[in-house]
């Protein structure tokens, strides 16, 4: 080798100039010099194999692009790494990738996730028994767990992938018990405070979308008031959903968390009435409104606006203030939504005989809950549906209702079957008062903002509303809405507003351009961009099957609950869901099939679709659908992920020198010297491969649940204790400080990052249950717990009095090839220096 | 390592691990070194495929490397000397001697010349069993090479003749003049992560830190300045002499920090009954190890992701490990567990940090002085290093050996302390495997790993198996003088005829049950490699 460095070559890297070693190629040389060029098939372990074609440079004075990985550099070489052309070809190439790789990067259930909270990631923790943590990670993106995994409808759970075998994991529940966990635990979770800014937000509204914007504001040091027109906060959270649903005291409970981060709520202070926004505007730096749509729409049927006809949302808030409202003896409630649930079951409670619940559409067309619906049924709701009121009877006060039943017609736009009066079928029901849910409008009073319809205009990238420097979202922003969706709004405007704040508005980075773009509203806002939260790239498992997940069925554990008969509702607002026990709890947890990548966040590929802002391929049906290969005990396959770089193929010969895989043309397939199982094979279990794999189709064979959820973990280079080579790794730790994971940096070092199966695998003994713990003492024939001042004491006491009897020449030392440089000095400077004998030894030999 | 120090003066590595790279033949003798070294594997097998070195393989077993060499001596275990001196034979005949350096750089020639004619390859084959077409094969491709690298481990040192085993390699490279220069020199593969560096700190019974003998006056007076205290000036006894003298009730107490000898040293009742005689014994390791639960007391020790300081490696490369997580419970990095046992005696050790054990060895020691924590942050240093400013030592014995010239032994074959007889009519030998280290304490809590190689197996070749009646795959007893253990039979012709072989990594089936204590009357390293047994179906 010797290989002498001769002279060192002036190139051009993107205008501006480098100097690099003879011999190297563009993207070693680019390497050298901080820069990067992008590539997935590059490893400075391996010759160049120039497969993947992400490097491709224009040289100048060479007509089409070449591969820098494999190019040499030449003095005053010329490079353009980044045109708009080479950029082309590179996001071509990754869509063809793309177009044949049936995986998730995400799991589905965070997908689904209106907030984006990391789901599998907190189920994950619930399972290690990670509660805080689990509580740390939802709180990332959503700060009122207790409250949402009360009340949340859930979209999580109708994407889980576990509905193909069983029914999907109840992460609401899951989430629901984690923060009841923290809740009562000493050390529940507290977000760190960051150092004050001296800048102050006015919120308007302390529903969902305000109580988290407050939450994120004040964690990034602003002060924080929110002003509240109720007397209490909480908005919809407090006046609009049972107790029985959502406990007060958990409602306050999470309210008061933003107390300790220093937030002022001043109720009573209604806009419009007590403070208007000019007032706001002026003494604070920026003001959000979540207002919310609490005002309840009239249902538009005949007569009724006499004595007896109530709105769903007004009845609610009245129970929730005063306790009780009067009713008669027969009530009926119209609409299919929450509202209209939650109406007819408080209606039961306050002694009302006989709840009706009128809807138009069928039951399977309800926007409720189906849990909610059921409970409903149990309590003793009587259904009604394919009908709806027309006319109220009476004439100071409620006596019937006339209704009338809807005939299912044609599917109309949206997809479900339209519906339409069958004329003749008129009837009457006789009641003493009817209970409209039929939704809710936005009332902005005091806010000189300009409405689309009957919600307030924002601009969907900046969340302004036409008024500079106030921003909204919530209910009042995209209509009624669930709270989660009020949460995620709530969040994205704090990230906007603090941006605000920091730094001098330059609008241009998060609009289009001009600075009256930010300004624009939007007409119309998609259900994403009614949450504002930009959704990740993720690579989709799109047409999978019972088959595919290769698991057996289980059933969902089940919520232990306080069984209300028909009878004993009345009067009784006590919380019907229990909640899970711990044992429950981590049943259910096993129960969650780990559907997203464990590279996500560190996936070459991945890295490289954000990057090149590539599309999600949809076309599930061209893919390859592979099995997952778990059949080795150390490296497990996944084939869908596999973008035949051939690294792997090319580590396992050109470094390890087994060669145990091949690519197979015909195929375009990585498998197995001679498609066998790799166990079969000459395979050596080094792990080589999966550390060369750009993507995660070869990884590390794990238990369930084996990884670290926050990203990224502690790392910490060091030394391998096997053998004598002195491999230099980097031991991954997690929050608890479980060594999860070795890798390497390919570096200038012994092995310059290459290791065995020893050195990436052999981790485990570190965080084991059977180390010991605590010195221990022989009493008695066995051997029993001590403290180090007895072990010690005793140690010193014994070797003294052998000494003194027998000479030090009586006591021997054996050190160790195990321990370190400093251990094994310390401990011959003992023998010697201590007990005065040259007897000590180590196993050099062994 | 006594061996070398006696020839060279230096008991290390002479070379380094890249040095592979650059040699244009790689002897490889007594070492499985993919399955002991897997990363010096890689670098062997680079060296052949992409930089055309010739690899000659000494060993019993077809070894995976085998493939990949030039020539392979299936050689029978405990000839090596015979086999050594047979290929010197060859050298000195064809004359493919480096007389400059003999001449030069070394003394002693002219005695082992004296001895090596009776070792024509004819007669070392008969001894051997290697080929003599084969030995004249290896002798020319070494003889002739301008760059010849040796490596060993165990195969190598684990013989009643380990010392001479390693004299005789010595003898070897010092006559072609492969000492001094890249891609060459006499390399002993360290089997474990820092024996090289236990060995450099003083864990030996005749030297203090970086080789200072305990009998040379001006180095101890050095020590004794900077402890305060007076050392004793006698070298003392070695693991094998304290397990004798444990036996006989002369030890009365042992401190072992960090080692299983019930499952790593040879003959394991004897080791048992040599500790159970002990009036006391205190264990340090960070497993309730089987020594550790014969101990009176077991003080639990950090493991190396809980602790800072240094591992030197079998190239003499001192490295950091990192502190990545707080050790269990109540458990202590070793060294703090020592220094408040010494202060428990009496005698304060005020250490705050590794770092300032490591400042305290550079004071004491020439060949670490350059070495700080400091500048091992950016990378590891291969001692000697005696200034800040000088850059490490890849290479030792460039312009003189370290003992001034190498010096040449007359090594004459011996045969091993037990040979196979009628009643234990095979030979055993004990290695390690590729996916478990030393006693498996840690790799053991590995379930990948663990699915590897779960249970202990016993290899044996076919004509064996078919004498005995065994299968592949059948469960088979294994005896020797001392012992009786079961394992899995691998039947399989990759072993010699006559022999089996066993890992010893397990302790339901603990091969060190039937190996030899009998001793390299120099190292003092026990016979691990061979012992005889006979063998039958469970
Ligand atoms: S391998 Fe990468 S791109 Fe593929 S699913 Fe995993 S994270 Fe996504
Ligand atoms: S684990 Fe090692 S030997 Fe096995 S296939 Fe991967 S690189 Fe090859
Ligand atoms: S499995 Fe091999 S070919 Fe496929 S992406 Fe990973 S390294 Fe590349
Ligand atoms: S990774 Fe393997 S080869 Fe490297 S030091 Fe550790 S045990 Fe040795
Ligand atoms: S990195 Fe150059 S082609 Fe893949």
Redesign the pocket.
């Given at each position: 080798m010797e290989t002498i460095v001769r002279i060192s070559l002036n190139i051009k890297i993107d205008g501006k100039h480098y100097r690099a070693k003879e011999n190297q190629t563009i993207l070693e040389a680019a390497l050298a010099n901080g820069l990067s060029i992008p590539h997935l098939c590059y490893d400075p372990r391996l010759k160049p194999g120039a497969k993947c074609g992400m490097c491709v440079v224009e040289v100048a004075g060479v007509s089409s692009p070449v591969k820098a990985c494999k190019t040499k550099i030449s003095d005053g070489m010329v490079v353009n790494t980044s045109t708009e052309a080479l950029k082309d070809i590179r996001k071509r190439r990754l869509e063809e990738m793309?177009a044949d790789?049936w995986?998730?990067?995400?799991a589905p259930c965070t997908l689904a996730c209106p907030a984006g909270t990391d789901v599998q990631g907190y189920i994950g923790l619930i399972a290690q028994k990670r509660y805080r943590d689990a509580i740390e990670l939802i709180k990332q993106t959503n700060p009122f767990p207790g409250i949402i995994g009360r009340i949340c409808t859930r979209p999580c759970e109708d994407a889980c992938r576990r509905n193909l075998a069983g029914g999907s994991v109840s992460i609401c529940w899951l989430k629901r018990f984690a923060a009841d966990m923290d809740r009562l635990s000493d050390t529940h979770f507290k977000p760190a405070v960051k150092l004050p800014t001296g800048k102050k937000v006015a919120i308007v509204g302390s529903g969902a979308a305000g109580l988290t914007a407050a939450y994120y504001l004040a964690i990034e040091g602003h002060k924080t008031v929110i002003f509240e027109a109720m007397p209490q906060p909480g908005g919809m959270l407090r006046y609009g959903i049972p107790s029985y649903r959502l406990p007060k005291d958990i409602l306050d409970d999470e309210i008061n968390q933003l107390f300790e981060l220093g937030v002022d709520i001043r109720t009573d202070h209604r806009l419009g009435r007590d403070l208007t926004l000019d007032e706001l505007q002026s003494s604070y730096d920026a003001v959000f409104l979540g207002l919310g749509a609490q005002a309840g729409e009239r249902a538009h049927i005949e007569n009724d606006d006499i004595k007896g006809v109530i709105r769903g949302i007004n009845f609610l808030r009245s129970v929730s203030l005063q306790g009780k409202v009067e009713l008669g003896k027969r009530v009926a409630v119209m609409g299919g939504g929450n509202v209209a649930i939650d109406s007819a079951r408080t209606a039961l409670r306050l002694g009302v005989e006989k709840v009706y619940l009128i809807y138009r559409r069928t039951r399977d067309q309800m926007p409720a809950n189906d849990l909610e619906i059921e409970e409903a049924e149990r309590e003793g709701v009587e259904f009604i549906f394919l009908t709806s009121p027309i006319r109220v009877i009476g004439s100071d006060r409620v006596e019937g209702i006339e209704c009338i039943r809807m005939a299912l017609g044609d599917p109309d736009a949206s997809g479900r079957p339209s519906i339409r009066p069958e004329p003749g079928s008129e009837f009457v029901l006789a009641v003493d008062n009817l209970i409209t849910a039929v939704g809710q409008v936005v009332t902005a009073e005091g806010a000189e903002i300009t409405l689309i319809g009957k919600t307030i205009g924002i601009n969907v990238k900046t969340m302004q509303t036409t008024v500079p420097g106030v921003f909204a979202a919530g209910d009042a922003v995209s209509s009624p809405d669930v709270a989660i969706k009020a949460v995620a709004g709530g969040r994205r405007a704090a990230q906007i507003i603090n941006q605000y704040l920091l730094s001098p508005p330059n609008w241009k980075v998060w609009s289009d351009g001009s600075p009256e773009a930010a300004h624009t509203i939007n007409q119309y806002l998609t259900d994403d961009e009614s949450s504002g939260l930009a959704k990740p790239f993720?690579?989709v498992r799109r047409g999978i099957t019972k088959e595919d997940l290769d698991v057996p069925s289980t059933a969902r554990t089940p919520m232990p609950e306080l069984k209300l008969l028909k009878r004993q509702v009345l009067g009784n607002f006590t919380e019907i869901e229990l909640g899970f026990s711990e044992e429950d709890a981590l049943k259910e947890a096993q129960r969650c099939l780990e559907c997203g990548?464990?590279?996500?966040n560190d996936?070459?590929?991945?890295n490289l679709?954000i990057e090149y802002e590539i599309e999600p391929n949809k076309n599930y049906e061209a893919m390859r659908h592979y099995k997952v290969d778990k059949s080795h005990p150390i490296v497990l396959r996944?084939q869908?992920?596999c973008i035949q770089c051939e690294k792997c193929v090319q580590i396992c010969d050109e470094v390890v020198g087994v060669g145990a895989l091949e690519y197979r043309k015909a195929e375009n397939d990585i498998v197995p010297v001679g498609n066998i199982p790799l166990s079969e094979t000459k395979c050596e279990a080094c792990g080589q491969c999966i550390s060369a794999c750009p993507?995660?189709?070869l990884v590390e064979n794990k238990r369930k649940f084996e990884r670290e959820f926050f990203w990224p973990p502690q790392v910490t280079p060091t030394t391998c204790t096997y053998c004598g080579v002195g491999c230099q790794l980097e031991l991954n730790t997690d929050r608890t400080g479980k060594v999860f994971k070795v890798t390497t940096e390919p570096a200038e070092s012994v092995n310059k990052g290459n290791l065995c199966g020893k050195g990436r695998f052999g981790y485990h003994f570190i965080n084991h249950p059977t180390r010991l713990r605590t010195p221990l003492i022989r009493k008695g024939g066995g051997l029993v717990e001590a403290s180090w001042d007895e072990a010690l004491s005793l140690v010193a006491e014994r070797f003294s009095k052998i000494k003194e009897l027998y000479g030090p020449g009586a006591i021997g030392g054996r050190t160790s090839g195990r321990c370190t440089n400093e251990d094994n000095y310390v401990f011959q400077k003992f023998m010697r220096a201590v007990i005065g004998t040259n007897n000590v030894d180590n196993c050099a030999r062994l | 390592m006594v061996g070398l120090a006696k020839a060279f003066g230096s008991g290390a590595m002479t070379n380094s691990i890249d040095d592979m790279l650059d040699a244009s033949v790689i002897f490889a003798i007594g070492t499985n070194t993919t399955e002991a070294h897997p990363i010096i594997g890689f670098q062997i097998k680079k060296a052949v495929r992409e930089y055309g070195a010739k690899l000659i393989i000494v060993d019993p077993r077809r070894i995976r490397l085998v493939d990949f060499a030039d020539v392979w001596l299936q050689i029978k275990p405990g000839t090596n000397i015979a086999l050594l001196n047979g290929i010197m034979n060859v050298i000195l005949g064809e004359d493919l001697v480096d007389h400059d350096f003999i001449a030069q750089r070394t003394e002693g020639f002219e005695a082992l010349k004296a001895i090596l004619p009776k070792y024509t390859p004819d007669a070392v084959e008969k001894i051997t069993g290697v080929p003599a077409e084969d030995i004249r094969k290896a002798a020319r491709m070494y003889g002739a090479a301008d760059r010849a690298i040796i490596c060993y481990t165990l195969g190598i040192t684990e013989h009643v003749t380990g010392t001479d085993n390693v004299l005789a390699i010595a003898n070897l490279a010092m006559m072609t003049g492969n000492i001094g220069k890249r891609g060459a020199g006499v390399n002993p593969l360290r089997g474990q992560n820092n024996v090289q560096g236990a060995c450099d700190m003083g864990g030996l019974p005749n030297v203090l830190p970086g080789y200072q003998r305990v009998d040379d006056n001006a180095a101890r007076a050095k020590f004794e300045k900077a402890w305060g205290v007076t050392l004793p000036s006698k070298p003392g006894l070695t693991e094998t002499d304290m397990m004798e003298k444990a036996a006989s009730c002369e030890l009365k107490a042992m401190y072992i920090m960090g080692e299983n000898p019930m499952l790593a040293d040879p003959d394991t009742h004897h080791v048992e009954q040599s500790l159970k005689s002990l009036d006391f014994l205190v264990v340090q390791d960070i497993f309730l190890t089987e020594t550790a639960q014969l101990a009176d007391v077991v003080l639990p020790a950090a493991s190396f992701g809980e602790k800072d300081g240094t591992y030197t490696n079998t190239e003499r490369r001192v490295q950091r490990i990192r502190k990545a997580t707080e050790p269990p419970g109540n458990a202590k990095p070793d060294w703090q567990i020592i220094s408040e046992l010494s202060l428990a005696m009496g005698y304060p050790m005020r250490y705050n940090s590794a770092e300032e054990i490591m400042e305290e060895v550079g004071q004491l020691t020439p060949s670490f002085k350059g070495i700080s924590y400091a500048r091992l942050e950016s990378g590891g240093i291969q001692w000697p290093c005696p200034a800040e400013d000088h850059p490490g030592t890849p290479i030792l014995h460039t312009g003189t050996f370290t003992r001034g010239r190498g010096l040449f032994h007359e090594i004459e074959h011996r045969s091993s302390a037990e040979e196979p007889d009628s009643e234990y009519p095979l030979m055993l030998t004990t290695g390690r495997n590729l996916w478990h280290y030393h006693t498996r304490t840690m790799t053991g809590k590995s379930e990948g790993l663990n699915a590897l190689a779960p249970h202990n197996w016993v290899e044996i070749h076919p004509n064996d198996a078919a004498k005995l009646g065994i299968v592949h795959g059948d469960m088979v007893a294994v005896e020797s003088r001392r012992g009786r253990i079961t394992a899995t039979a691998v039947v399989t012709d990759t072993i010699l005829q006559g022999l089996v072989s066993m890992p010893f990594h397990y302790a339901d089936s603990p091969a060190n049950l039937l190996t030899n204590r009998a001793a390299d009357p120099v190292s003092k390293t026990p016979e691990f490699k061979v012992c005889a047994v006979k063998i039958e179906k469970a």
């Amino acid at each position: 080798m010797e290989t002498i460095v001769r002279i060192s070559l002036n190139i051009k890297i993107d205008g501006k100039h480098y100097r690099a070693k003879e011999n190297q190629t563009i993207l070693e040389a680019a390497l050298a010099n901080g820069l990067s060029i992008p590539h997935l098939c590059y490893d400075p372990r391996l010759k160049p194999g120039a497969k993947c074609g992400m490097c491709v440079v224009e040289v100048a004075g060479v007509s089409s692009p070449v591969k820098a990985c494999k190019t040499k550099i030449s003095d005053g070489m010329v490079v353009n790494t980044s045109t708009e052309a080479l950029k082309d070809i590179r996001k071509r190439r990754l869509e063809e990738m793309f177009a044949d790789h049936w995986a998730d990067c995400i799991a589905p259930c965070t997908l689904a996730c209106p907030a984006g909270t990391d789901v599998q990631g907190y189920i994950g923790l619930i399972a290690q028994k990670r509660y805080r943590d689990a509580i740390e990670l939802i709180k990332q993106t959503n700060p009122f767990p207790g409250i949402i995994g009360r009340i949340c409808t859930r979209p999580c759970e109708d994407a889980c992938r576990r509905n193909l075998a069983g029914g999907s994991v109840s992460i609401c529940w899951l989430k629901r018990f984690a923060a009841d966990m923290d809740r009562l635990s000493d050390t529940h979770f507290k977000p760190a405070v960051k150092l004050p800014t001296g800048k102050k937000v006015a919120i308007v509204g302390s529903g969902a979308a305000g109580l988290t914007a407050a939450y994120y504001l004040a964690i990034e040091g602003h002060k924080t008031v929110i002003f509240e027109a109720m007397p209490q906060p909480g908005g919809m959270l407090r006046y609009g959903i049972p107790s029985y649903r959502l406990p007060k005291d958990i409602l306050d409970d999470e309210i008061n968390q933003l107390f300790e981060l220093g937030v002022d709520i001043r109720t009573d202070h209604r806009l419009g009435r007590d403070l208007t926004l000019d007032e706001l505007q002026s003494s604070y730096d920026a003001v959000f409104l979540g207002l919310g749509a609490q005002a309840g729409e009239r249902a538009h049927i005949e007569n009724d606006d006499i004595k007896g006809v109530i709105r769903g949302i007004n009845f609610l808030r009245s129970v929730s203030l005063q306790g009780k409202v009067e009713l008669g003896k027969r009530v009926a409630v119209m609409g299919g939504g929450n509202v209209a649930i939650d109406s007819a079951r408080t209606a039961l409670r306050l002694g009302v005989e006989k709840v009706y619940l009128i809807y138009r559409r069928t039951r399977d067309q309800m926007p409720a809950n189906d849990l909610e619906i059921e409970e409903a049924e149990r309590e003793g709701v009587e259904f009604i549906f394919l009908t709806s009121p027309i006319r109220v009877i009476g004439s100071d006060r409620v006596e019937g209702i006339e209704c009338i039943r809807m005939a299912l017609g044609d599917p109309d736009a949206s997809g479900r079957p339209s519906i339409r009066p069958e004329p003749g079928s008129e009837f009457v029901l006789a009641v003493d008062n009817l209970i409209t849910a039929v939704g809710q409008v936005v009332t902005a009073e005091g806010a000189e903002i300009t409405l689309i319809g009957k919600t307030i205009g924002i601009n969907v990238k900046t969340m302004q509303t036409t008024v500079p420097g106030v921003f909204a979202a919530g209910d009042a922003v995209s209509s009624p809405d669930v709270a989660i969706k009020a949460v995620a709004g709530g969040r994205r405007a704090a990230q906007i507003i603090n941006q605000y704040l920091l730094s001098p508005p330059n609008w241009k980075v998060w609009s289009d351009g001009s600075p009256e773009a930010a300004h624009t509203i939007n007409q119309y806002l998609t259900d994403d961009e009614s949450s504002g939260l930009a959704k990740p790239f993720s690579a989709v498992r799109r047409g999978i099957t019972k088959e595919d997940l290769d698991v057996p069925s289980t059933a969902r554990t089940p919520m232990p609950e306080l069984k209300l008969l028909k009878r004993q509702v009345l009067g009784n607002f006590t919380e019907i869901e229990l909640g899970f026990s711990e044992e429950d709890a981590l049943k259910e947890a096993q129960r969650c099939l780990e559907c997203g990548c464990v590279k996500q966040n560190d996936c070459d590929l991945r890295n490289l679709a954000i990057e090149y802002e590539i599309e999600p391929n949809k076309n599930y049906e061209a893919m390859r659908h592979y099995k997952v290969d778990k059949s080795h005990p150390i490296v497990l396959r996944d084939q869908n992920k596999c973008i035949q770089c051939e690294k792997c193929v090319q580590i396992c010969d050109e470094v390890v020198g087994v060669g145990a895989l091949e690519y197979r043309k015909a195929e375009n397939d990585i498998v197995p010297v001679g498609n066998i199982p790799l166990s079969e094979t000459k395979c050596e279990a080094c792990g080589q491969c999966i550390s060369a794999c750009p993507t995660a189709a070869l990884v590390e064979n794990k238990r369930k649940f084996e990884r670290e959820f926050f990203w990224p973990p502690q790392v910490t280079p060091t030394t391998c204790t096997y053998c004598g080579v002195g491999c230099q790794l980097e031991l991954n730790t997690d929050r608890t400080g479980k060594v999860f994971k070795v890798t390497t940096e390919p570096a200038e070092s012994v092995n310059k990052g290459n290791l065995c199966g020893k050195g990436r695998f052999g981790y485990h003994f570190i965080n084991h249950p059977t180390r010991l713990r605590t010195p221990l003492i022989r009493k008695g024939g066995g051997l029993v717990e001590a403290s180090w001042d007895e072990a010690l004491s005793l140690v010193a006491e014994r070797f003294s009095k052998i000494k003194e009897l027998y000479g030090p020449g009586a006591i021997g030392g054996r050190t160790s090839g195990r321990c370190t440089n400093e251990d094994n000095y310390v401990f011959q400077k003992f023998m010697r220096a201590v007990i005065g004998t040259n007897n000590v030894d180590n196993c050099a030999r062994l | 390592m006594v061996g070398l120090a006696k020839a060279f003066g230096s008991g290390a590595m002479t070379n380094s691990i890249d040095d592979m790279l650059d040699a244009s033949v790689i002897f490889a003798i007594g070492t499985n070194t993919t399955e002991a070294h897997p990363i010096i594997g890689f670098q062997i097998k680079k060296a052949v495929r992409e930089y055309g070195a010739k690899l000659i393989i000494v060993d019993p077993r077809r070894i995976r490397l085998v493939d990949f060499a030039d020539v392979w001596l299936q050689i029978k275990p405990g000839t090596n000397i015979a086999l050594l001196n047979g290929i010197m034979n060859v050298i000195l005949g064809e004359d493919l001697v480096d007389h400059d350096f003999i001449a030069q750089r070394t003394e002693g020639f002219e005695a082992l010349k004296a001895i090596l004619p009776k070792y024509t390859p004819d007669a070392v084959e008969k001894i051997t069993g290697v080929p003599a077409e084969d030995i004249r094969k290896a002798a020319r491709m070494y003889g002739a090479a301008d760059r010849a690298i040796i490596c060993y481990t165990l195969g190598i040192t684990e013989h009643v003749t380990g010392t001479d085993n390693v004299l005789a390699i010595a003898n070897l490279a010092m006559m072609t003049g492969n000492i001094g220069k890249r891609g060459a020199g006499v390399n002993p593969l360290r089997g474990q992560n820092n024996v090289q560096g236990a060995c450099d700190m003083g864990g030996l019974p005749n030297v203090l830190p970086g080789y200072q003998r305990v009998d040379d006056n001006a180095a101890r007076a050095k020590f004794e300045k900077a402890w305060g205290v007076t050392l004793p000036s006698k070298p003392g006894l070695t693991e094998t002499d304290m397990m004798e003298k444990a036996a006989s009730c002369e030890l009365k107490a042992m401190y072992i920090m960090g080692e299983n000898p019930m499952l790593a040293d040879p003959d394991t009742h004897h080791v048992e009954q040599s500790l159970k005689s002990l009036d006391f014994l205190v264990v340090q390791d960070i497993f309730l190890t089987e020594t550790a639960q014969l101990a009176d007391v077991v003080l639990p020790a950090a493991s190396f992701g809980e602790k800072d300081g240094t591992y030197t490696n079998t190239e003499r490369r001192v490295q950091r490990i990192r502190k990545a997580t707080e050790p269990p419970g109540n458990a202590k990095p070793d060294w703090q567990i020592i220094s408040e046992l010494s202060l428990a005696m009496g005698y304060p050790m005020r250490y705050n940090s590794a770092e300032e054990i490591m400042e305290e060895v550079g004071q004491l020691t020439p060949s670490f002085k350059g070495i700080s924590y400091a500048r091992l942050e950016s990378g590891g240093i291969q001692w000697p290093c005696p200034a800040e400013d000088h850059p490490g030592t890849p290479i030792l014995h460039t312009g003189t050996f370290t003992r001034g010239r190498g010096l040449f032994h007359e090594i004459e074959h011996r045969s091993s302390a037990e040979e196979p007889d009628s009643e234990y009519p095979l030979m055993l030998t004990t290695g390690r495997n590729l996916w478990h280290y030393h006693t498996r304490t840690m790799t053991g809590k590995s379930e990948g790993l663990n699915a590897l190689a779960p249970h202990n197996w016993v290899e044996i070749h076919p004509n064996d198996a078919a004498k005995l009646g065994i299968v592949h795959g059948d469960m088979v007893a294994v005896e020797s003088r001392r012992g009786r253990i079961t394992a899995t039979a691998v039947v399989t012709d990759t072993i010699l005829q006559g022999l089996v072989s066993m890992p010893f990594h397990y302790a339901d089936s603990p091969a060190n049950l039937l190996t030899n204590r009998a001793a390299d009357p120099v190292s003092k390293t026990p016979e691990f490699k061979v012992c005889a047994v006979k063998i039958e179906k469970a």
